[in-house]
Nanobody
Framework: QVQLVESGGGLVQDGGSLRLSCGAS????????MGWFRQAPGKEREFVAT????????TYADSVKGRFTISRDNAKNTGYLQMNSLKPKDTAVYYC???????????????WGQGTQVTVSS
């Protein structure tokens, strides 16, 4: 069992940066892959990035590639999403998720945080 809590969201201007954190409780966090997903109003939840349990493997959605960086510190039971060059279309609630499978499909992740709002103004 893993409990996840996101933080670091907020309001930022077009072109700005934010770093989201995902704090995990439970001893199994380091054994699980971690993903970030987002959901804008009226839209389906979409994949942003995922990272393997070791941190050696990462995958990004094309829409964020080159702008976002996913990472993790297993010693601190924390995952991160560094977001640079933010655009208004990045506005959404961002969720971190954890699970046994390194996957881009949100249905493969059983553990979820409550989400944090990211708003990018133009």
């Amino acid at each position: 069992q893993v409990q996840l809590v996101e933080s670091g969201g907020g309001l930022v201007q077009d072109g700005g940066s934010l770093r989201l954190s995902c704090g995990a409780s439970g001893r199994t966090f380091s054994s699980y892959a971690m993903g970030w997903f987002r959901q804008a109003p009226g839209k389906e939840r979409e994949f942003v990035a995922t990272i393997t349990s070791s941190g050696r493997g990462t995958t990004y959605a094309d829409s964020v590639k080159g702008r976002f960086t996913i990472s993790r510190d297993n010693a601190k039971n924390t995952g991160y999403l560094q977001m640079n060059s933010l655009k208004p279309k990045d506005t959404a609630v961002y969720y971190c998720a954890s699970g046994s499978y390194y996957d881009t499909n949100y249905s493969r992740y059983p553990y979820w945080g409550q989400g944090t709002q990211v708003t990018v103004s133009s």
